[in-house]
């Protein structure tokens, strides 16, 4: 079974840091690109991030490129996210999730993520 829990989140005030992380299971990690993407209340579901299982290669949205950073440890089964500078445009549950096929930056590109972890962002 298919298992990617996402843990870290919490409430922060505006320009601080926050660290995701995604621990995985049931799949073999390191041969899956992986993203992480986020749904704010009364919102679609919005890419965030991805990462390249070949290469190692990031994209980002432009709302988040400069302050967010997608990294993986293989070895760990885990996949991370470091988010500074946040805003409170950025509060929502953020998911990671594993990457199927198509565009890096198209929520549909992506079949398969866990329950999230909220992320507040307020003074």
């Known amino acids: 079974e298919v298992q990617l829990q996402a843990s870290g989140g919490g409430l922060v005030q505006p320009g601080g840091s926050l660290r995701l992380s995604c621990a995985a299971s049931?799949?073999?990690?390191?041969?899956?690109?992986l993203g992480w993407v986020r749904q704010a209340p009364g919102k679609e579901i919005e890419w965030v991030s991805a990462?390249?299982?070949?290469?190692?290669?990031?994209y980002y949205a432009d709302s988040v490129k400069g302050r967010f950073t997608i990294s993986r440890d293989n070895a760990k089964n885990t996949l991370y996210l470091q988010m500074s500078g946040l805003k409170p445009s950025d509060t929502a549950r953020y998911y990671c999730?594993?990457?199927?096929?198509?565009?890096?930056?198209?929520?549909?590109?992506?079949?398969?993520r866990g329950q999230g972890t909220q992320v507040t962002v307020s003074s």
């Open positions: 990462i390249k299982a070949a290469d190692g290669t990031t």
């Open positions: 049931g799949f073999a990690f390191s041969r899956f690109s």
């Open positions: 999730t594993t990457y199927d096929r198509g565009p890096y930056h198209d929520v549909d590109s992506y079949n398969r």
